[in-house]
């Protein structure tokens, strides 16, 4: 009589093991595209910060220029003022 308590391997494969590996592989494409388009929004919002901090720089570098362009003029104007009240 032989032992049939031991290991046994079937060759067919259950529906449901099929329907399962299925659903996973839909599932797992889904949460991958979804995965795309959040870090494609990522990409583009960091592109838009990007280009906001380069615009907010030139503002900031363009204001400096123009407050040293003014001191210097204020400069010149006290060194007039200066040399006027002292050069009589």
Same mark, same amino acid.
């Given at each position: 009589m032989s032992d049939r308590r031991g290991w046994h391997v079937d060759k067919g494969i259950p529906i449901a093991v099929i329907i399962t590996v299925v659903m996973l592989a839909v599932s797992?494409? $889904?949460d991958q595209s979804k995965q795309d388009e959040r870090i494609s929004l990522v990409e583009t919002s960091?592109?838009?910060l990007q280009q906001a901090r380069l615009n907010d720089q030139e503002r900031a570098e363009?204001?400096?220029d123009e407050l040293k362009?003014? *001191?210097r003029a204020m400069n010149a104007k006290l060194? $007039? *003022?200066i040399e006027n009240e002292y050069g009589r």
């Open positions: 797992i494409s $889904r960091v592109h838009m363009k204001n400096f362009a003014d *001191l060194d $007039r *003022l």
